[in-house]
């Protein structure tokens, strides 16, 4: 298994302004994903952040508005940019260990999330 | 992804069995079938997996149809503190890196 932090726990943010959230773990992990979880809904997969390549979007999500950074196999960030109300959600981070060679089988840990409140 | 269906909410005594129905009728040769739950104010954590046969750990069961179109999560005895979100998710061996919440069973536990 795998402990993962996320800072901020939750913020509350004007705006037009932007929100960088971080995602440490306790371990060294190929995967690492975004996901979005709107008030009262279930999750939504915003990005997948592997180290060395550039982060992959989820239809509906685009880089300019959620920067993602990878820089090692412990840390991501996740930006949310010029934001408005609708971007108020809790954010979430998970991992996953891809060395094994049957990815299906694969369990995801989350971190705690971030919950963002924007006025 | 294949589709999968669950029941918008159950309700269970404490302390007694409960399972959770999931249909994935469109489920193809090659997916897994995951369960998830999401306590309040918590990240989702892994329940348990399987792809055909039958599976025991120490949170709960997975029994699988033998067409593979229906699967039912067992909670052998539910505790308070098993209220929660649960999700059954299916999931390509060829590693589809993402999992696809549905909306889940929202299970009540009443003391």
């Known amino acids: 298994s795998a402990v993962i932090s996320q800072k901020p726990s939750r913020d509350i943010c004007q705006r037009g302004t932007s929100l960088t959230i971080q995602c440490q773990v306790d371990?060294?992990?190929?995967?690492m994903f975004w996901y979005r979880q709107q008030p009262g809904q279930s999750l939504t997969l915003i990005a997948t952040?592997?180290?060395?390549?550039?982060?992959?979007?989820e239809s509906g999500f685009v880089i300019d508005k959620f920067p993602i950074s990878r820089p090692n196999l412990t840390f991501s960030t996740l930006t949310v940019s010029n934001m408005s109300p609708e971007d108020s959600s809790i954010y979430l981070c998970?991992?996953?260990?891809?060395?094994?060679?049957?990815?299906?089988?694969?369990?995801?840990?989350f971190g705690p999330g971030t919950r963002l409140t924007v006025t | 992804d294949a589709k999968t269906t669950q029941p918008n909410s159950m309700e269970s005594n404490e302390e007694e069995p409960v399972h959770l129905p999931c249909n994935h009728s469109?489920?193809?040769?090659?997916?897994?079938i995951h369960w998830y739950r999401q306590l309040p104010s918590q990240g989702p954590e892994y329940v348990i997996h399987?792809?055909?046969s039958n599976v025991n750990n120490r949170m709960a069961s997975l029994a699988i149809a033998e067409d593979r179109k229906s699967s039912t999560l067992i909670l052998h005895r539910a505790t308070l503190r098993d209220a929660a979100v649960y999700y059954c998710?299916?999931?390509?061996?060829?590693?589809?890196?993402?999992?696809?919440f549905g909306t889940g069973t929202r299970l009540t536990v009443i003391p």
């Open positions: 998970s991992v996953e260990d891809a060395t094994r060679g049957d990815l299906g089988a694969g369990e995801q840990y």
């Open positions: 371990s060294q992990v190929t995967m």
């Open positions: 952040a592997n180290q060395g390549s550039e982060a992959t979007y």
């Open positions: 469109t489920i193809s040769g090659t997916d897994y």
């Open positions: 399987g792809l055909t």
């Open positions: 998710i299916l999931r390509d061996w060829t590693g589809a890196n993402n999992l696809f």
